[in-house]
């Protein structure tokens, strides 16, 4: 039997062409048409979705791998579906028309994304089928088309549940969509978000910072966060803060570090500083992650600025020494060495500094640890200069 003669799944309909689709792709507006339709309508000289009506901020046309791959799957099966699939993705779609209805009111929709949280929390399952019907960009068009300046208690509790959710989806792929902030309003909206959000709002962008970091396909994306000064200034603030969204900040600039462009920047904003601040702070809490600010730091050292920066910070050399040796673990020990062998290579100040904060006692507790071999090679070269330095020096 032809494929017309078929009853087709209304999901899986073009809505502008109603036929099956071939080539599915998702807009801004998180509409999914076949592409061949959907490019007839823009070379017409269309600038919005033809669903919603919705302006076009950005005509990129994202493939739909997901619902690609669930058309072969159902044409795979003899054009038959688990009615359980149905029962599941039907609800899904209801609530997603409420999402994109210009009909329904904000408190509507809110009470739409808290329905949704509900239903993906007792079945986790729900959450695969949300990127099949263009859930991700419709939700990132909502949050980022533009900011309540007021921050009332119900646009802020949107926005937490708003981005609970790009969270949760996000590790079904389609990462790609989050290229829509590269427009100038919605990454202002972000930056803004992050300025004056609540502490959930704030570690949830902290998380989404982390995935456009983690793939080439959002690397340009990555790369103009970098260059916003305000964004920088404020998670440079945020590791500072000794406060629970302190973890959330390190791993988003341990992130942003993975692009050489990002790291000069962050160094201009204050970066040392801050990575100085949280490892002290660490010393008074059970858990940290002061190893990778460890790590930052150390890679942040081959630039210049940086080294005069934990130089000139009275604190700086010591934070260093105390990760030297830690009775915890030893996750941070060779990144400390590392650090103190770059800083005090050329350094007088920071050689006395290292001494005076104990640096020889932390070395030799370290050799007699069970750090690894490697670890304890690079403890002894930085003993040897120490002490090479310091006869020079007499």
């Known amino acids: 039997m032809k494929e017309a003669q078929m009853t087709i799944p209304h999901l899986f309909r073009c809505p502008i062409s109603l036929d099956l689709f071939i080539d599915p792709v998702t807009l801004c507006t998180g509409q999914t048409y076949d592409r061949s339709s959907i490019e007839k309508w823009l070379d017409a000289g269309n600038l919005t979705c033809p669903v919603t009506m919705q302006k076009l901020h950005d005509p990129s046309l994202v493939p739909n791998h997901n619902l690609r791959h669930l058309i072969e799957q159902w044409r795979q099966t003899g054009h038959q579906f688990d009615p359980d699939y149905l029962t599941t993705i039907d609800p899904l779609v209801a609530l997603k028309h409420n999402l994109e209805s210009p009909e329904s009111t904000f408190h509507e929709k809110l009470q739409t994304l808290e329905k949704i949280r509900v239903l993906t929390d007792e079945t986790p399952s729900r959450n695969s089928f949300l990127p099949q019907i263009g859930f991700l960009p419709l939700l990132l068009q909502l949050l980022f088309e533009k900011v309540d300046p007021e921050f009332s208690q119900e646009y802020v509790k949107f926005v937490e549940q708003g981005l609970c959710c790009v969270i949760r989806l996000l590790p079904f792929g389609e990462l790609e969509c989050l290229n829509m902030l590269k427009e100038e309003p919605k990454l202002e909206s972000f930056v803004v978000l992050f300025?004056?959000?609540?502490?959930?709002?704030?570690?949830?962008?902290?998380?989404?910072?982390?995935?456009?970091?983690?793939?080439?396909?959002?690397?340009?994306?990555?790369?103009?966060?970098?260059?916003?000064?305000?964004?920088?200034?404020?998670?440079?603030?945020?590791?500072?803060?000794?406060?629970?969204?302190?973890e959330a900040g390190i791993k988003a600039i341990s992130a942003l570090c993975c692009l050489e462009s990002n790291r000069e920047k962050l160094v201009q904003q204050g970066l040392i500083n801050g990575l100085i601040t949280y490892i002290l702070n660490s010393e008074r809490k059970e858990r940290s992650l002061a190893a990778i600010a460890m790590a930052r730091l150390e890679q942040l050292l081959g630039i210049e600025r940086a080294k005069e920066a934990l130089i000139n910070n009275p604190n700086g050399v010591k934070a260093v020494v105390t990760m030297v040796f830690r009775v915890s673990d030893h996750e941070g020990s060779e990144s400390a060495v590392n650090s103190l062998m770059m800083v005090c290579h050329e350094s007088l100040q920071a050689r006395e500094k290292a001494i005076v904060a104990g640096v020889l006692t932390q070395l030799l507790w370290l050799l007699q640890s069970q750090c690894s071999g490697r670890t304890k090679t690079k403890a002894r070269t930085l003993l040897k200069l120490l002490s090479s330095k310091w006869a020079e020096e007499q």
């Open 195 to 246: 300025e004056h959000g609540s502490v959930m709002i704030k570690q949830s962008l902290c998380y989404i910072v982390g995935e456009i970091s983690s793939t080439s396909e959002t690397r340009e994306l990555g790369a103009m966060i970098g260059k916003d000064h305000r964004f920088l200034h404020r998670i440079v603030s945020l590791v500072q803060q000794n406060s629970e969204t302190s």
